[in-house]
C-alpha cells in the first residue's frame, strides 16, 4: 500500500477523514460481471479528484496530543530515518480500501485490456498450455554454468547462488536490480524493495524458502533469504496469496491464489495449476481465495502428508493420488465456510486451529479440530469468551491466529470487525488458555472502541496508523498478522498499518515498528511466519509491503532484512543516455536510484512516497535526479556517501499515476539538456495545458506555449531528437504537429480512434509510427513520412498479441514494440518483423522501455518484476552510425592564456569502439596534446572559444561535433588584478572600473567580459573622467553632473554580491540618488537626495538585504543598516552588499538611474562597480573590500 513519509515531526498529512461505507461507483463498475476499464479509469480519476485526503480537526488535535504526550516512549522506525523527508508533505493515496482493490485489480488485468476495454481472460485450456514448460538444456546448462554448479546436480540448484539471482543469469532479457537495496549511505538495513504478500520455510531443509510479491511473482532462496531467486519464469503466476512447502519433501511447494491452486515438485522449476480448485462452491468474499496452507507429515512420506488450506471455499484438504510423474489431486471440504487462517497446535499433529466467516452475524468464529481436520467443531460460543454479536456487525474483514511452543495452551486470535463505524476496523486480540474451548479478551477497554473510546495508551486501535489512536482508516485484512513468542507465551507481535508488541499476554501494547517503534521494519504487516527447527532453533520472519525482516531470537537482538533479489514495483522510470544510472518511484516503497559505480544491480533508497515519478537531468554526469514527491538530488558515485540537494523541476510534470497509460514527458533532445513535457497537475485540474521545457544549461523550466484546446486531456508530448524542431502531441484522442518547435500546431489525421502511443524516427522528423495499444489482429500499427498527413498500415507481427509501448532507436528508422499480455518484443528493421523475447518471463506488466545509448543497452521497468535488460540486436547496432557527444568540464573559463582542457564527460551516442580521438580548437595559437584526453592549448589573445572533438572508430568512420563558445580565455596575460578576483573572475557578471573608460566614444569596457557599455547624455560635460593624483591614489573616476546621465549596461544582471566605490555629491539637486538601478525594479531604492541608502517604503523587497538572515550591507568594509544611514558625501566610500539567501537576487540595468524616472540620476563620483552571481563568503567580502580601498586609498 502507499507509505507515509514524515518531517524529523512527523508532519503527517493525507488521509480519510472517516473509513466511509458508501461503495463508490468506480467499484460498483469494477464488481460488474463485464466490467469496462476505461470506465473503471474514468469512475477511479473522478473519485481521487473528489475525495478529501485530509485530517479533520479532530484527529488533528488528538495527533497533537499524541506527540506531546509522547505515549509509550515512541520512537520512530528506523524505516523512517532511512527515509530522508522532502520540502512539502506526502499525502496518504489510499483513500479507502475499495481503492487498494482498484489498484490490485487494475494491475492483475492489464495484461488481458483489449481495445475496447474489456477483460479477455486466457481460457482454462489456455492458462494450462503455460504450464507445460520447463528451461531447455542448454539454457540450463548455460545457468549452472554461470553459477558455478555441476551439470549433474539437479535442476533447483539454480536457486543455489547467494552472490547472483538466478533470473540476472539469462543469457537473453536478464533481471538487472534491484539486487541490492541499500540505505543512502550504503548500509544493508532497507525495507524498501518489494511488497511479500506470502512466505513459507521448509520443514525439512530450512535454509529453502519461498515468497511471492504482490504482483503474482514467485521467489525462491537456499540461503535463508540471502538471495532471493525467480521461480516463475515461463509460468502466468499472479496474486499468491499463501505458500506452503511439503512437510516432508522440500522440493515440492504450494502456492495459493486467485485463480487457484499451483504445484511444483522440483522445488519450483515447474509448475502445475489446478484450476479446478476454483470449481470449488465459494461461500463468503472475507480473506483470500486461500489464504493459508499447511502441510504436515504423518509417515515421512510426502504422499501422506496432511495438507489443510484455509480458504473462502472451506477448509479444504489437498489429497494427493498416483506416483512418480503421474500424480494427481484431489478436494475435500471439510468445513463448508469461507475460512481466513488454521494453524497446527504445537506439539500435536492431530489438533488445528481455524477462524470461520458466519454471514448470519457478520462475524468470525473459532473452530477447532482433533482428528486431523475431518472433523470440526465451533468453540468458545455459549458463554465461553469468544464475543457473539446480538445482531449483525457491521462489517468484518476477517481473523488471524498465532499459537506458541512456549505454552502450547495458548492460542490468539486477532479479529477485524465492526460493530459501529466507531471501530475503526480493530476488534480485538482474544486469548485462550486451554486449546481454544474457552476465550477472553485481555484488554479490558474493548472489544472495539469499547466504551470509552480508542486512546494511544490503553485501547490503542492497532488496525489503523499509530498517529490515528481513533482510528479513521483501515486495509482490513490486506494487511493482518500475528506471531507469539517461542519462549514466553504472554509476548506476541501483531500487525496492521504499524506493528505492536505484547508482553502481559495482550492486556497493553507497545508500538514495534513500521510507522513508529523502535525496530527497523517497514509498514504495512502482510505475513508472519514461524518455523521451530529440528535442532530446536526457531526462526521467525516478518513480511511487509517493503520484504522480509529476519530474527531467530524474536527480535529482541536480532533484525535482519532480507530482500536481496526482490524485484521492485515500478511506477516511475528514467535512464540516463549516455551513463548507466537509472531510478523512479515504486509502488509501496518510494524512489529508488542506481548509479553504475555502485556496481550491477546495487541501488539505494531515496525516500519520497509512491509516484509515477522519476527524471534524470544532464548535469553532473547525470546524477542529477528528480522525484515529484520527494526533491532534486545530485547522487554520489560512492555508494557510502549520501546525496546532496539539487533543482527540482519547477513546474513538475502531470504524472499517470500508479504507473497507468503512457507518461507524456519526453527525454532530452539532440542538444543533450533539454526536457520536454506537458501539463502540471493545476493545469489539469482546469482542464488546460501549456507545454514546457526544461534547460539545463539555465537549470530552468520554460513556457515554450500556451496551449488553447478546450476541456484538455494531453495523452502523449514527443519531440524530435534529431530535430526539436518537430513535435507531436495526442490530445483528446486527436494528433496534432509542429514543425517550428512547438510555437504552432496543426491538427494532422489521427489514425486510430483512441488508445494512441508514438514514436518518431529518428533518421527523418517527419516519419512517426502510430501504435494501437491493447488491440489485436492487423489493424494497430501504422507509418506516416509526412508528419501526419497520410499514414499506411504496418502489419502485425503477431496477430494475437497485443501490445503497449512503441520505441524508435535512436539514429536508425528501427523501431521496437512491447506486448502487453505476454512479454513479447519485436523490432522492425528494413520491412521486417523480428521476435527479440528470448528469456523474458512470461508475462511481465512491462512499465517502461528505455535504451542507454552509450553501450546499446534496453533497461526496462517492470510493474512488480523490477528492471531487465538486453544489448541490441547486433544487426540494429550497425545501423547506428550516429553519435552524440557530449562534454562537460569544471572549468569553462581561464584567467589564463595557456590553459589545460580537462573534460569530464565525453559521452558517446553509442559505444563504437573508438580508435582515436582529436581535438581542435580555433583561434588557438598552440595546441599540444591534442590527441589526449588533456589537451593544452595556448591563445594569444581573449575572448570566447569553441572547441571541437572527432572520434575515429576501429571501423575508419569518424564522429565530430563543435562546441561553439565554449569556454572563455580572459584578459589576464599580465594581470594587474588582485588574486582575490583572479579567483572570483568567473562569478563575475559586471566589473566596470573608470580607468577602462574611452572618452571620444563614450563607452567602459568591462575588465572581466570585454563586454562595451554606453555613457548615457555624457556630452556637454555631464559625464566627466577625472585624476588628481593626490586623490584616490591617483586613480581615475567618473563624475556624474548633470541631466540624465548614466551608465548602461545594456541587460539586467541578477546579481547576489555587490561592491560600488562612489562618493555623493554635497549639493546635489535630483530626487533621489540610488547605488545602482535597474530597467523594471527597485532593489536599490533610496529614501531622497540625502535621505537613507535603502527606503522600507519603496525598495522592491525590503526584506532582500536582510542582515539577520545571512544578508550584509557594509560601508568601507563596516556593517551599517542602509535604512538608517546615508550616503558618504566627503570622500570615496566603498559599499558592499550581499542578499540575504541563494534564492534572492538583485537586478541591476544602470549605473545608477531608476528604471524610466527623471531626475533620479547618481550625481556624484563613481570610480568602480563589481556584480557577482553568488554570496560571497565573509572572507571573500572582506578580500575584495580590502583591494578596493587599497587601490583607492581609502
Known amino acids: 500500500m502507499f507509505r507515509y513519509l514524515f518531517s524529523i515531526f512527523l508532519c503527517l498529512v493525507g488521509i480519510l477523514k472517516a473509513q466511509n461505507d458508501e461503495i463508490p461507483a468506480f467499484y460498483k463498475e469494477m464488481q460488474k460481471n463485464k466490467p469496462n476499464v476505461f470506465v473503471v479509469d474514468s469512475l477511479y480519476d473522478i473519485y481521487r479528484a473528489n475525495t478529501s485526503l485530509d485530517f479533520d480537526a479532530e484527529t488533528l488535535k488528538e495527533i497533537k496530543k499524541m506527540k506531546a504526550s509522547n505515549p509509550n516512549k515512541i520512537q520512530k522506525s528506523p524505516w523512517l530515518s532511512n527515509a530522508r523527508q522532502e520540502n512539502s508533505p506526502i499525502k496518504k493515496e489510499y483513500r ?210 496432511n495438507i489443510l488450506m484455509a480458504t473462502n471455499r472451506g477448509i479444504v484438504k489437498l489429497k494427493q493420488v498416483g506416483s512418480g510423474s503421474s500424480i494427481s489431486y484431489q478436494y475435500e471440504v471439510k468445513l463448508p465456510l469461507c475460512i481466513t487462517d488454521i494453524i497446527k497446535r504445537p506439539n500435536s499433529n492431530n489438533e488445528f486451529y481455524a477462524v470461520a466467516y458466519d454471514a448470519t452475524t457478520n462475524f468470525m468464529y473459532f473452530y477447532k479440530s482433533t482428528d486431523g481436520g475431518e472433523t470440526w467443531v465451533k468453540k468458545g460460543v455459549n458463554g465461553n469468551g469468544w464475543y457473539e454479536p446480538a445482531t449483525s456487525m457491521l462489517r468484518t474483514w476477517g481473523a488471524r491466529l498465532a499459537v506458541t511452543p512456549a505454552n502450547d495452551k495458548v492460542v490468539y486470535a486477532y479479529i477485524i470487525a465492526n460493530e459501529t463505524s466507531r471501530d475503526n476496523g480493530h476488534w480485538g486480540v482474544y486469548r485462550s488458555d486451554d486449546a481454544g474451548e474457552t476465550w477472553l479478551l485481555p484488554n479490558p477497554n474493548g472489544p ?128 540516463g543516455e549516455y551513463n548507466t544510472n537509472m531510478g523512479g518511484g515504486m509502488y509501496h516503497n518510494g524512489d529508488s536510484y542506481h548509479v553504475s559505480t555502485y556496481g550491477k544491480g546495487v541501488f539505494k533508497h531515496l525516500g519520497g512516497g509512491e509516484s509515477s515519478t522519476g527524471y534524470i537531468l544532464s548535469g ?158 492487423n489493424d494497430i500499427l501504422k507509418i506516416s513520412r509526412d508528419g501526419g498527413n497520410t499514414f499506411q498500415n504496418i502489419s502485425n507481427p503477431n496477430t494475437s498479441r497485443n501490445y503497449r509501448h512503441i520505441l524508435n532507436v535512436r539514429g536508425t528508422d528501427v523501431i521496437f514494440i512491447f506486448g502487453n499480455n505476454q512479454s513479447k518484443v519485436y523490432y522492425y528493421i528494413d520491412g521486417v518483423w523480428k521476435e527479440y523475447s528470448e528469456d523474458l518471463p512470461f508475462n511481465l506488466n512491462i512499465l517502461e522501455p528505455k535504451i542507454q545509448y552509450r553501450t546499446g543497452e534496453f533497461f526496462m521497468a517492470t510493474s512488480g518484476s523490477g528492471i531487465w535488460t538486453r544489448k541490441l540486436p547486433d544487426e540494429v547496432l550497425a545501423k547506428m552510425n550516429v553519435i552524440k557527444i557530449n562534454i562537460e568540464a569544471p572549468e569553462k573559463m581561464s584567467l589564463l592564456k595557456d590553459y589545460v582542457f580537462q573534460p569530464t564527460n565525453i559521452s558517446l551516442y553509442y559505444g563504437k569502439n573508438i580508435v582515436k580521438k582529436q581535438w581542435e580548437f580555433p583561434g588557438a595559437t598552440q595546441v599540444n596534446n591534442a590527441d589526449t584526453d588533456k589537451p593544452s592549448v ?124 562612489s562618493k555623493l555629491n554635497p549639493n546635489a539637486n535630483n530626487n533621489f540618488n540610488f547605488l545602482l538601478g535597474d530597467s523594471g525594479s527597485a532593489d536599490f531604492h533610496s529614501s531622497g537626495t540625502f535621505g537613507s541608502i535603502f527606503s522600507t517604503l519603496y525598495m522592491s523587497d525590503n526584506k532582500r538585504f536582510d ?50 524616472q527623471t531626475n533620479r540620476s547618481w550625481r556624484g563620483e563613481i570610480a568602480e562597480v563589481i556584480v557577482f552571481d553568488k554570496l560571497l563568503t565573509d572572507e571573500e567580502m572582506k578580500e575584495v573590500n580590502t583591494y578596493l580601498m587599497q587601490k583607492f586609498g581609502l
Open 448 to 575: 472495539g472502541a469499547g466504551a470509552n473510546g480508542y486512546n494511544s495508551s490503553t485501547n490503542i486501535n492497532i488496525a489503523t496508523f499509530p498517529f490515528q489512536p481513533t482510528g479513521s482508516y483501515t486495509q482490513g485484512f490486506y494487511n493482518c498478522a500475528i506471531i507469539a513468542s517461542p519462549t514466553d507465551a504472554n509476548t506476541f507481535i501483531v500487525g496492521g498499518l504499524n506493528a505492536y508488541i505484547s508482553r502481559d499476554g495482550g492486556q497493553t501494547f507497545k508500538y514495534f515498528g513500521g510507522y513508529w517503534g523502535p525496530n527497523q521494519l517497514h509498514p504495512d504487516m502482510q505475513t508472519f511466519y514461524q518455523q521451530t527447527n529440528t535442532d530446536g532453533s526457531v526462526d521467525t520472519w516478518l513480511s511487509t509491503d517493503g520484504g522480509v525482516n529476519y530474527s531467530t531470537d524474536f527480535f529482541e537482538t536480532m533484525n535482519e532484512v532480507r530482500t536481496f533479489g526482490l524485484g521492485g514495483d515500478y511506477w516511475g522510470f528514467d535512464l
Open 938 to 1061: 595556448i591563445y594569444s589573445k581573449y575572448g570566447k572559444f569553441a572547441v571541437k572533438l572527432t572520434l575515429t572508430d576501429s571501423d575508419g568512420k569518424t564522429y565530430s561535433q563543435t562546441f561553439p563558445e565554449f569556454f572563455t580565455v580572459y584578459p589576464y596575460c599580465a594581470c594587474d588584478a588582485p588574486n582575490i578576483m583572479k579567483n572570483l573572475i568567473g562569478n563575475t557578471l559586471v566589473w566596470v572600473d573608470a580607468g577602462k573608460t574611452n572618452e571620444q566614444n563614450q563607452t567602459v569596457t568591462d575588465r572581466a567580459t570585454n563586454e562595451v557599455y554606453s555613457l548615457v547624455n555624457a556630452s556637454n560635460n555631464n559625464i566627466t573622467l577625472e585624476q588628481n593624483p593626490s586623490l584616490y591614489n591617483g586613480q581615475k573616476v567618473l563624475s556624474f553632473k548633470a541631466g540624465e546621465s548614466y551608465i548602461d549596461l545594456g541587460n539586467t544582471y541578477e546579481g547576489k554580491t555587490f561592491f560600488v566605490v
Open 620 to 777: 553532473s554526469d547525470e546524477r542529477h535526479f528528480v522525484f515529484s514527491d520527494f526533491q532534486g538530488v545530485i547522487v554520489s558515485p560512492d555508494i557510502n556517501t549520501t546525496y546532496t540537494p539539487a533543482y527540482k523541476l519547477d513546474p513538475i510534470p502531470l504524472e499517470p499515476y500508479a504507473g497507468r497509460g503512457i507518461p507524456y514527458y519526453t527525454q532530452r533532445d539532440h542538444n543533450g539538456n533539454m526536457y520536454y513535457f506537458t501539463q502540471t497537475n493545476e493545469e489539469k485540474a482546469l482542464g488546460k495545458f501549456n507545454l514546457q521545457v526544461y534547460n539545463y544549461k539555465d537549470n530552468k523550466v520554460y513556457l515554450l506555449k500556451e496551449m488553447t484546446i478546450p476541456t484538455a486531456v494531453p495523452q502523449q508530448y514527443t519531440v524530435s531528437f534529431s530535430n526539436p524542431l518537430y513535435q507531436y502531441l495526442i490530445v483528446n484522442n486527436k494528433l496534432y504537429a509542429s514543425t517550428d518547435g512547438g510555437k504552432n500546431w496543426e491538427e494532422k489525421t489521427t489514425p486510430f480512434t483512441n488508445n494512441m502511443n508514438l514514436a518518431v524516427s529518428d533518421s527523418d522528423p517527419k516519419t512517426i509510427y502510430v501504435l494501437r495499444t491493447y488491440a489485436i489482429g
Open 1107 to 1156: 542582515t539577520s538572515k545571512s544578508g550584509k550591507t557594509m560601508i568601507n568594509g563596516i556593517n551599517k543598516n542602509y535604512f538608517t544611514t546615508g550616503f558618504v558625501t566627503n570622500n570615496l566610500a566603498v559599499y558592499g552588499l550581499r542578499v540575504a539567501n541563494d534564492n534572492t537576487v538583485a537586478r541591476v540595468r544602470y549605473i545608477s538611474r531608476d528604471r524610466g
Open 96 to 305: 479507502s480500501e475499495y481503492e487498494k482493490e482498484y489498484l490490485e485489480w487494475r494491475r492483475e488485468i492489464q495484461p488481458y485490456i483489449n481495445e475496447k476495454g474489456y477483460i479477455d481472460y486466457p481460457s482454462t485450456q489456455e492458462l494450462n498450455q503455460t504450464f507445460s514448460q520447463r528451461p531447455k538444456t542448454p539454457l540450463l546448462r548455460r545457468v549452472l554454468r554461470s553459477l558455478g554448479i555441476a551439470t549433474n546436480s539437479t535442476s533447483s540448484n539454480i536457486y543455489d547462488s547467494s552472490e547472483i539471482p538466478y533470473h540476472a543469469t539469462f543469457s537473453g532479457w536478464h533481471y538487472y536490480g534491484p539486487v541490492q537495496l541499500l540505505s543512502n549511505t550504503g548500509q544493508n538495513n532497507v525495507t524498501s524493495q518489494a511488497n511479500v504478500r506470502a512466505f513459507a520455510q521448509s520443514p525439512t531443509n530450512p535454509n529453502h524458502t519461498v515468497c511471492a510479491v504482490e504482483n503474482g511473482t514467485i521467489y525462491i532462496s537456499h540461503d535463508k533469504g540471502k538471495m532471493w531467486h525467480l521461480a516463475t519464469k515461463d509460468y502466468d503466476i499472479k496474486n499468491i496469496t499463501a505458500l506452503s512447502f511439503s512437510a516432508s519433501d522440500e522440493n515440492i511447494i504450494y502456492a495459493g491464489a486467485g485463480t487457484g491452486l499451483y504445484v511444483s515438485r522440483d522445488g519450483g522449476i515447474t509448475w502445475q495449476l489446478l484450476s479446478d480448485f476454483n470449481n470449488l462452491k465459494e461461500y463468503a468474499k472475507i480473506g483470500n481465495n486461500i489464504t493459508t496452507i499447511i502441510s504436515v507429515s504423518t509417515d515421512g512420506n510426502t504422499m501422506n502428508d
